[in-house]
């Protein structure tokens, strides 16, 4: 199977879920909604990097998360989809509603 096959036959990437960003070697929260990440032209999704150690706009992982750390919100910015590997985990519901709430407030969007 050619690299290409092998994209194209690549599920869409999910809001919530972690990735290793590929570049960095640094964990990723897939921030950006399903249907966009569901859109196959555009190669791209937001993310924000998952660190040790809290920062601004950082949101805390619970409990119910497979995963520990804070969720670095300030830090949101856009990468290829190529570019993430390894699928960890999802983030719990719970911590998706702090991040939304995190998004809202980092952004002055209405809720």
Do not use: I, W
């Not at 998360?65 to 390894?86: C, I, R």
């Not at 960890?88 to 002055?108: I, K, P, W, Y």
């Amino acid at each position: 199977m050619s690299p290409e096959e092998a994209k194209s036959e690549r599920r869409p990437l999910r809001r919530g879920e972690v990735y290793m960003h590929t570049p960095t070697g640094k964990r990723v929260v897939v921030l950006s909604d399903d249907r966009f990440n569901a859109a196959t032209h555009t190669g791209c999704v937001l993310v924000a990097p998952l660190g040790r150690r809290p920062g601004p706009a950082s949101v805390p992982c619970g409990d119910q998360d497979p995963v520990g750390g804070f969720v670095h919100v300030a830090e949101v910015g856009q990468t290829s989809v190529g570019s993430l590997a390894d699928c960890a985990c999802m983030l719990s519901g719970r911590t998706m509603e702090h991040l939304n709430r995190a998004l809202v407030t980092l952004f002055d969007l209405p809720y």
